[in-house]
């Protein structure tokens, strides 16, 4: 599939009465723009178009199903604003994420680990709407206040794993697919627990939006099957957030790369 055939196929699902298209085929971009908001988003083609090669009819269902949510939330917003909406969550996202609305206001972020950086999201139903510091005053909460109310949140998010044993190494998935699952990466009280559990060293990965991923790794072949784990995912996700994964102690979490050394060293600590 070629980028024009992209633009064809979305506008092809999307009701072309709403929109207005946008296409640069230079720069391989695509401007969305909806005829009653007067707002827009801008879609990158190559990114789709490469994941269309492993997912097929999926990717666009995906995106089409991105652009309906998208603006269905700014209706939202524009009908009813956002006033005494306390549904708010953490979402993770990778260091390279920009941290403004594409109206330029800032993102409310807070700093994570190298690799990551927590966003906060007020939760529309079907999808969410991450919280820029325009949207403070009219929801009346302070930043701080949003923060509190995220951290609180996500630890009510449902825990529940499903288990793989790969050459004696553990690994537990959480895929809730509720837009929410990389977060469960900042509920303590859940790492905690896991850790209980974990015999080996506990590496936790949170390669896209929609999944965390937990090994209990105890030997050095359970390091370079999350390694290959944390990159398949982070190719084929819809949100990626990093290929690298964490070393948790001490409810810490600390970026290791795949070497040997750091094998060695870890397994020594251990011991």
Do not use: C
């Not at 794993?161 to 537990?172: E, H, R």
């Not at 850790?195 to 506990?202: A, L, R, S, V, Y």
Request: no cysteine.
């Amino acid at each position: 599939m070629e980028a024009n055939d992209l633009v064809e196929e979305l506008k092809a699902r999307l009701p072309q009465e709403n929109f207005e298209w946008q296409f640069d085929r230079r720069a391989d971009k695509l401007r969305i723009v909806h005829h009653t908001l007067h707002k827009g988003m801008d879609i990158s083609l190559p990114e789709i178009l490469a994941k269309y090669e492993q997912k097929k009819e999926r990717a666009i269902d995906e995106v089409v199903y991105t652009i309906q949510e998208t603006f269905r939330a700014m209706e939202q917003e524009q009908a009813i604003g956002f006033v005494g909406e306390r549904n708010i969550y953490p979402v993770i996202r990778s260091t390279s994420f920009p941290t403004e609305s594409a109206a330029g206001q800032p993102f409310l972020t807070k700093d994570h680990t190298a690799e990551t950086r927590i966003f906060y999201a007020l939760d529309l139903g079907t999808t969410y709407r991450l919280i820029d510091e325009s949207m403070l005053s009219e929801m009346g909460m302070t930043a701080q206040e949003v923060q509190e109310v995220a951290m609180f949140s996500v630890k009510t998010l449902p825990t529940a794993w499903k288990k793989d044993k790969v050459s004696d190494n553990i690994f537990y998935f959480i895929n809730n697919n509720d837009g929410y699952d990389a977060s469960r990466i900042l509920n303590q009280p859940f790492l905690k627990e896991m850790e209980k559990m974990i015999e080996g060293h506990m590496v936790v990965s949170v390669p896209h939006q929609d999944v965390l991923i937990i090994g209990d790794i105890r030997n050095d072949t359970g390091y370079d099957v999350i390694a290959q784990m944390a990159m398949q995912f982070f190719t084929t996700g819809a949100v990626p957030v990093t290929s690298l994964s964490f070393i948790y102690e001490n409810g810490k979490l600390e970026p290791i790369f795949i070497m040997a050394k750091n094998r060695v060293a870890r397994r020594d600590k251990k011991k």
